[in-house]
């Protein structure tokens, strides 16, 4: 699968990109934000660990729908919602992306 396009899609407070990879790889992501997003280190930490752990949680739910690398950009909207919309916006758009 090699040079395939990675597909890309906004979600309310991340925005995605997927890379397909071979069924014999592991699911592989990360969470990134910028400092323009959250100038403190402390808010950075805690937006990339909610993201980590709400995708986790979708990851083990989803997990035969996924292989694949991920990318989630985490928008200024996510650092003041609660987890469960954070998750919410991680499941559906995953299903939208991969689906």
């Known amino acids: 699968m090699k040079g395939a396009p990675a597909r890309k899609l906004g979600g309310a407070h991340y925005l995605f990109s997927a890379t397909p990879l071979p069924k ?3 699911t592989a992501f990360a969470c990134v ?3 323009k997003i959250a100038p403190r280190a402390v808010d950075r930490v805690r937006a990339k660990r909610q ?3 709400a995708l986790r949680k979708v ?3 989803q997990a035969p729908l996924t292989h ?3 990318v989630l950009r985490i ?3 996510a650092l003041k919602a609660p987890y469960r919309e954070l998750e ?3 499941s559906t758009s ?3 992306l991969l689906g």
Do not use: T, V, W
């Open 24 to 26: 014999s790889e592991r």
């Open 33 to 35: 934000i910028s400092k």
């Open 51 to 53: 993201c980590r752990a």
């Open 59 to 61: 990851l083990k739910e």
């Open 68 to 70: 694949a690398a991920l």
């Open 75 to 77: 928008k200024h909207s």
């Open 88 to 90: 919410r916006d991680i």
């Open 94 to 96: 995953l299903l939208r």
